[in-house]
């Protein structure tokens, strides 16, 4: 019999259980157990003790840039385990995600400026409102849509990497092992100098020297920040049974606000699409073009015509 592995989260007993339970009945459940295992260390960074599919789904998208069915099969492992938690009564299922159209990349949300101004409403009444959280969101939330940052790259910003005086975030060892300066509106500068005075008062000792804080002075975890970003744009009604808006879709929403500006002041994006490549960190090129294939009716028509908040094929 092989030994079920050993776990840490509030989850800890019904996923030993769980696997055991399957091994014993004659499953080999390896890949299944290595995920399960990521699962429990994602579990362990959450702030609450509930599951549900948005939970799931926070989990599953952690890892970028992997395939619709490598996508799928995180998320049938992690619903295979929380139908057993159900049957046994220690926790709810949670039904499977629609099919995709395609083996493609999913058409992303272009958030409007109406989205993103609910959304940072509701992060400011976030709980505990007398402490460092509300203010990490609101501040992060407002740098993924104004630079397009990948949320990896704001949550990794040390306070070395955060030069306010001349208005530039240095982002160390992105996704594809590269490094670069991201210069902010001076609009943004204002915002940060002011989170960075709230942080210092509910933190003066911080346990990191990360720039966003938790609110147990240490950096803030990925999983926290989009199970719980997840919670906002869904009572925010952005995230609907319909519209299956996410984190990432920040970052398309920067790229296409950025071809419409363009657009607006005659200039020549062809020109200008290297330069966005650059801002953005992408390795190549051609990456930058897949936040513009979402925008084809821009393309075609023009920025006035363009329709936001997910309509038609955007």
Request: with cysteine; net charge positive.
């Amino acid at each position: 019999m092989k030994r079920a592995p050993d776990f840490n989260s509030f989850n800890a007993d019904n996923l030993s259980e769980y696997i055991k339970f399957m091994v014993d009945n004659g499953r080999t459940f390896r890949v299944e157990t290595t995920i399960l295992k990521e699962f429990d260390r994602f579990l362990q960074s959450l702030e609450s003790t509930v599951v549900n599919s948005d939970t799931v789904e926070s989990f599953v998208y952690s890892k970028l840039d992997l395939s619709n069915s490598q996508y799928e099969k995180r998320h049938r492992i992690i619903r295979g385990f929380l139908d057993y938690c159900s049957i046994k009564g220690t926790g709810e299922s949670i039904p499977a995600p629609p099919k995709p159209h395609s083996q493609g990349r999913r058409i992303p949300y272009l958030y409007t400026t109406s989205d993103i101004e609910k959304v940072l409403s509701l992060a400011a009444d976030l709980n505990p409102k007398d402490s460092i959280r509300p203010h990490s969101f609101q501040a992060i939330i407002g740098l993924l849509y104004c630079t397009g940052l990948r949320i990896s790259e704001a949550l990794r910003l040390d306070i070395s990497d955060v030069d306010l005086e001349n208005g530039v975030l240095f982002i160390q060892n992105t996704k594809f092992k590269k490094s670069r300066y991201v210069p902010i509106h001076p609009t943004a500068v204002g915002v940060l100098k002011r989170y960075l005075k709230l942080r210092n008062h509910y933190s003066p000792s911080p346990k990191s020297q990360a720039f966003f804080l938790s609110t147990r002075n240490d950096r803030l975890a990925y999983g926290t920040f989009n199970a719980t970003f997840l919670q906002l744009v869904r009572e925010a009604g952005i995230r609907t049974e319909n519209r299956n808006s996410r984190i990432h879709d920040l970052r398309h929403t920067f790229a296409v606000n950025r071809m419409i500006k363009w657009y607006e002041e005659d200039s020549d994006f062809q020109e200008q699409l290297p330069v966005l490549s650059t801002y953005m960190g992408h390795a190549h090129f051609e990456d930058t073009t897949y936040y513009l294939n979402a925008s084809a009716e821009l393309m075609a028509k023009g920025s006035k015509s363009f329709k936001f908040g997910g309509n038609g094929n955007a």
